[in-house]
């Protein structure tokens, strides 16, 4: 290997520490990969099981990005591909983890389109399960789970246009289309505790908000066996 200021022979004689050290005190670019051609610009061939192929520290980074990619003039391909994993059991594609518990107007995962035109076919975000389920209770596709004990609200759906804001389709030939389902669990169940709310909120002629309508559906008997409940408009 070389370069206009060094030369190095990289072959593996220690099994350990590194083939090459690139220092940069400076603020210019450490390492340019500058392919003019229509080949790969850099391949990483691992044969590491249970270590880090691809391995970021930049603990001190604030303002700055640690992995910018630019694919402006991307049509039909993809940004980036992760794909092979055949063999996956427990483990996670991706992992975003914020350990920090001072998170406050922050994002954790930002996904953002400045399309106008997009069609019936475009998504922004498109979760696609395509092997059957062969369990007999079903998995499930997406999750959402919150350990907030106060108020906080888990999910939003915020559209400033004239669409729908939530489509549920069932394509399913059986006799029983579309079923939306609201499951309290509970370990001290008691009568009269409301099981599940469809909530109406909208603001009066002053821009307050406020509650205009609920439907409630309650427990008249927890009793197993005998339990009843009862559905009320307000």
Request: proline share 0%; aromatic share 4%; hydrophobic share 40%.
């Amino acid at each position: 290997w070389s370069s206009d200021v060094c030369s190095s022979d990289l072959a593996d004689t220690t099994n350990n520490g590194r083939g090459v050290d690139v220092v940069n005190a400076g603020t210019g670019t450490s390492v340019f990969v500058d392919n003019n051609g229509n080949g790969v610009s850099l391949d990483i061939d691992s044969e590491a099981t249970t270590v880090d192929v691809v391995d970021i520290q930049a603990t001190t980074l604030t303002t700055g990005t640690a992995l910018d990619i630019d694919v402006a003039a991307l049509t039909t391909g993809k940004g980036i591909d992760m794909s092979g994993t055949a063999a996956i059991t427990t483990g996670r594609m991706n992992d975003l983890v914020a350990s920090g518990t001072t998170q406050t107007t922050g994002i954790l995962l930002n996904v953002e389109s400045a399309a106008t035109s997009m069609t019936g076919a475009g998504r922004l975000l498109y979760v696609n399960q395509t092997g059957a389920s062969t369990s007999s209770g079903g998995g499930i596709i997406a999750e959402v789970v919150s350990a907030a004990t106060d108020a906080t609200t888990v999910m939003r759906v915020n559209n400033a246009g004239t669409g729908t804001e939530l489509d549920v389709l069932n394509t399913n030939a059986g006799a029983t289309g579309a079923v939306i389902n609201l499951e309290q669990q509970s370990a001290s169940a008691a009568n009269d505790d409301v099981a599940g709310r469809i909530q109406f909120t909208a603001d009066d002629g002053s821009s307050v908000s406020r509650v205009i309508g609920k439907m409630d559906i309650s427990w008249t008997d927890v009793t197993t066996g005998t339990a009843t409940s009862d559905f009320a408009f307000f």
